[in-house]
């Protein structure tokens, strides 16, 4: 790989993880400014997002966006996806920051590497490591530091606010690991497309896009634009763009963008603010998770060279 080409991947990594966190920040201001209800923005981002991602993979990657269709099996597979996976990643992320606010939220959503090792090894497709082991706790010390503010006796955050955002992690981990198959055979476009053109067709059912339920002014379909536009269906082409020029583990440390911009958005919108006990524990997660990543990457890359 050039320079060049390394530099183009490290880029739209960068930016796809970078519009992710602004649009948690403006998804925050939509909930807490305007009163929007959850199922609304989630299913109307899921619907537009998803058709708009399906456009991009026929159009630009010249891909058969029905081919997936074909199958009965890897139709039930996809529903499997979108009614369980985008919904539980999507829907439990948005609900997070509706109770805890975009930087919480996205914090707890970015403990989702190691949901995904718990799994990994109670089917034992994965060894146990101390190293790994290490930073999963200094990651729920991390947690713990930003919930509590080194208050022990009290949390910061509701526990039910806590449970929705681990929740919103778990749901990243199925997000990821059911459709392992499909995403091999058709690549993600086309699963993440239709993912989310299932997910936000449910939601219909749930709360219709023609019936809002709060008042929709100008500033409220700007904001929408972008949390649909920009921040899912642009930052997902980039952020899949990059893969093709960067390895994984680079790729997990720019994704860590995303809760440090949310983070500092945030407050900035909405006039929060976060104690110095609570940004070392913001810290302590972003580093643990990232160092994690890619020690999983490193074991990974090590055990493929000794098979060969």
Sequence with gaps: MSIKGRTK????????????????????VVFSQFNAPVEWVVGTRLLMAG????LYAKFILKKDVFSIL?????????????????????????????????????????TSPI???????????????????LYIVLTFVGVFLIVTRANFGQLDVSTSGLLIGIGSAIGVAFYTLQ???????????????????????????????????????????????????????????????SVNYIEASLSNIIAALEPLLANILTPLLLGQSWTII??????????SVI????????VRKKTSLEVS
């Design 51 to 54: 058709f708009l991602i399906l």
């Design 179 to 241: 459709p392992r198959r499909i995403l091999k055979e058709y690549g993600a476009p086309i699963v993440v497309g239709w993912g989310m053109l299932i997910g936000g067709g449910a939601f219909q059912f749930v709360h219709p896009i023609w019936r809002p339920g709060f008042d929709v002014d100008f500033k409220v379909i700007l904001y929408m634009a972008f949390i649909i536009v920009v921040g899912t269906a642009v930052a997902f082409s980039c952020y899949l763009g």
């Design 115 to 133: 949901f995904i090792y718990f799994y990994l090894v109670l089917r034992k497709e994965k060894n146990v490591y101390i190293q790994e082991v």
């Design 9 to 28: 991947g490290i880029m739209l990594a960068a930016t796809g993880a970078s519009l992710w966190g602004i649009n948690g920040a403006f998804a925050d």
């Design 70 to 110: 074909r199958s009965k099996k890897d139709i039930l597979t996809l529903c499997l996806f979108g009614l369980i996976g985008m919904i539980g990643c999507q829907y439990l992320f948005f609900l997070s920051i509706g109770t805890n606010g975009a930087g919480l939220a996205t914090i707890l959503q970015f």
């Design 291 to 298: 160092l994690f990543a890619n020690y999983g990457e490193k």
């Design 278 to 287: 609570q940004v070392i524990g913001i810290a302590i997660v972003l580093i």
